[in-house]
C-alpha cells in the first residue's frame, strides 16, 4: 500500500513539473514579436520601462563607429516652431535654411554629432510639431448616447486618432531616411508623452542598418533655458526620452475621458428623465 502511495505521488510530481515546464515552453513563444512588430518597430518595444541608466542622464546607446566616414542626417523636434528656431539659431550660429510655412524647418551643416563623431559630415534638420500630435477617444461602437450605458465607458478601450493628419505627415516625410532623431520636448510629462507621440509616427522611417535598433538612435535633450548656451550644453549631454512619465499622461487621458464622458452622459440622461 505504501508503494502504491509513492507511486501516486511519484506521478503527481512528473505531472505537475510537466505542466511547468510546459508553461515556460509557451511563455517563450509568446514573447517572440509578432511580424508587424519586426517591420514598424514602435517606441513602446524600444523603450526600457527600466533603464540602467536614468533618462535624463547622458548617455551613449548606438555604435561610437555608426556611419564612420559616412554622411548622416539628424532631425530634430521641439513642441512648437518658435522653440525649433531658437534651436537651430543656437547649433548653427544664425546660419541655417528655412523652408515651409505652418511648421518650418531649419536646414544647417557643419556641426558634428557626438553621437557619431567619426562621420564625414552631418546635416541637421529642425522643426517642430504643434503641442499633442494624437488625441485619445473611444471606438465607434461606444459613440451612441443611445445604446451604450455610460458604465460600460469605464471597461472600454480607447484609440488614439491624429490631432492634424499634415503634423503626421510632416514628420513622416522629414523623418525619412534620417540617421538619428533627436527630441526637444518641454522637460516634463506632457513633453515626454508627445516624445513618444512622435516617435511612433516617424521612428519606423529612420534609416536603417548598423548594430542595433532605431530606437538606440533617438535622442532626447534636456534643457530648461532656449538660449545659445543651454542649447548647445543640452546637444552635448543627452539623454533619452522617459517612457514612464509618457504612460502616466497616458493613463491621465484615459481617465480623463472616461470620467468626463460617462458623467455627461449619464448627467444629460438623469436630466432629460
Not at 5 to 30: A, V
Not at 50 to 56: L, Q, T, Y
Request: proline fraction near 5%; charged fraction near 25%; aromatic fraction near 8%.
Amino acid at each position: 500500500d505504501s508503494n502504491e502511495t509513492n507511486k501516486g505521488k511519484n506521478n503527481k510530481n512528473s505531472e505537475s513539473n510537466n505542466k511547468i515546464g510546459n508553461n515556460k515552453n509557451n511563455k517563450g513563444k509568446n514573447n517572440k514579436p509578432k511580424g508587424n512588430q519586426t517591420k514598424k518597430e514602435s517606441a513602446t518595444i524600444g523603450a526600457s520601462l527600466s533603464p540602467s541608466i536614468p533618462p535624463n542622464q547622458p548617455q551613449q546607446t548606438n555604435d561610437i563607429n555608426y556611419a564612420k566616414g559616412e554622411k548622416i542626417t539628424v532631425f530634430h523636434v521641439a513642441e512648437k516652431p518658435s522653440i525649433a528656431q531658437a534651436i537651430a539659431k543656437g547649433l548653427s550660429a544664425g546660419r541655417s535654411n528655412q523652408y515651409g510655412k505652418t511648421l518650418p524647418v531649419h536646414d544647417f551643416t557643419g556641426l558634428d554629432f557626438p553621437k557619431a563623431p567619426k562621420a564625414s559630415s552631418c546635416r541637421h534638420k529642425v522643426s517642430s510639431v504643434a503641442g499633442h500630435v494624437f488625441s485619445v477617444d473611444f471606438p465607434a461602437q461606444f459613440q451612441s448616447w443611445d445604446s451604450v450605458d455610460p458604465a460600460e465607458l469605464f471597461t472600454a478601450s480607447v484609440v488614439k486618432k491624429p490631432c492634424k493628419g499634415s503634423v503626421v505627415k510632416h514628420l513622416q516625410d522629414e523623418a525619412r531616411g534620417a540617421n538619428f532623431i533627436v527630441l526637444w520636448m518641454d522637460c516634463d510629462r506632457e513633453g515626454e508623452n508627445i516624445n513618444f507621440e512622435v516617435l511612433d509616427c516617424c521612428m519606423h522611417l529612420m534609416q536603417s542598418g548598423g548594430a542595433g535598433s532605431n530606437y538606440d538612435r533617438v535622442y532626447r535633450a534636456y534643457f530648461s533655458a532656449i538660449n545659445p548656451s543651454d542649447i548647445q550644453k543640452a546637444y552635448n549631454s543627452l539623454g533619452k526620452p522617459d517612457k514612464n512619465q509618457s504612460l502616466a499622461v497616458e493613463a491621465r487621458q484615459e481617465l480623463d475621458l472616461k470620467v468626463g464622458v460617462a458623467f455627461s452622459r449619464f448627467q444629460t440622461k438623469y436630466f432629460q428623465g
